[in-house]
């Protein structure tokens, strides 16, 4: 458990004590008593729960704009502007260009990138184990329940980042320019706990598979589609 839920689960503790006390003098015929407790025991769950939900500020949506124009891309990208370069970590997926790119582990998706005119929205469950937390990012903004609430970090329109308590990222993806789309970050699958670890400036790995820095994979044969990252070891892409 994250040390920031010791005070929830102390004050929901608490209702439950108050509760059951305030249920025993039910029991024993003292009213008075029994409603007292009953308020304060409804009183300290309130408060768990209201501590427990943090308020995110209601800022607009703000969408990653694109860096640099193509032609001042890196060298290693391929110059055929109809194709989109994802560095996954230090792992290259060369796809058909999207307004879109879902990226799955057996069927089931752990992030989500939309580009539209006005830049990039991202989408997933992601944390940092070793830190003990996690967080959920719905089109650039967390959603409860999240943890680092006021630990994003946006150091350019660009790019959008978590970083743990020593200040270090701990996720990130950067939209370097409209045909190159960073990522790195511990991603959750939806309704399972396996994980898709992307390491800044490594290689990738999830169960059943993985790719070692500066592998290169060449998707673009593939129809536009989800990312499937398979347990087999195999990278596909499926409508």
């Given at each position: 458990m994250n040390p920031e839920w010791l005070p929830v689960l102390g004050l929901i503790l608490a209702g439950l004590f108050t509760g059951a006390l305030a249920l025993?003098?039910?029991?024993?015929?003292?009213?008075?008593?029994?409603?007292?407790?009953?308020?304060?025991?409804?009183?300290?769950?309130?408060?768990?729960?209201?501590?427990g939900r943090p308020e995110f500020p209601p800022d607009p949506i703000?969408?990653?704009?694109?860096?640099?124009?193509?032609?001042?891309?890196?060298?290693?990208?391929?110059?055929?502007?109809?194709?989109?370069?994802l560095y996954l970590?230090?792992?290259?997926?060369?796809?058909?260009?999207?307004?879109?790119?879902?990226?799955?582990?057996?069927?089931k998706r752990f992030l989500a990138l939309e580009t539209n005119r006005k830049g990039l929205l991202l989408s997933c469950d992601a944390g940092s184990p070793k830190d003990n937390f996690e967080f959920h990012v719905r089109r650039n903004r967390f959603v409860y329940p999240s943890w680092p609430a006021g630990k994003q970090n946006r150091p350019d329109e660009h790019t959008f980042a978590v970083q743990n308590a020593d200040s270090?990222?701990?996720?990130?993806?950067?939209?370097?320019?409209?045909?190159r789309i960073e990522v790195m970050g511990v991603f959750f699958t939806a309704g399972s706990r396996d994980t898709v670890?992307?390491?800044?400036?490594?290689?990738?790995?999830?169960?059943?598979?993985?790719?070692?820095p500066n592998t290169v994979m060449d998707l673009r044969h593939f129809p536009k589609g989800t990312i499937e990252f398979e347990k087999s070891g195999l990278v596909r892409m499926k409508r």
């Open positions: 025993r003098a039910l029991l024993s015929r003292d009213g008075r008593h029994a409603v007292l407790l009953g308020v304060g025991a409804v009183g300290w769950i309130a408060l768990a729960l209201a501590l703000r969408p990653l704009t694109p860096g640099p124009s193509p032609a001042a891309r890196a060298p290693e990208d391929d110059p055929d502007t109809s194709y989109t370069s970590g230090a792992v290259v997926l060369r796809v058909p260009a999207s307004n879109r790119y879902d990226l799955a582990l057996d069927g270090a990222d701990v996720f990130r993806v950067r939209y370097a320019n409209r045909h670890e992307i390491r800044g400036h490594g290689g990738i790995h999830w169960p059943g598979g993985g790719a070692p």
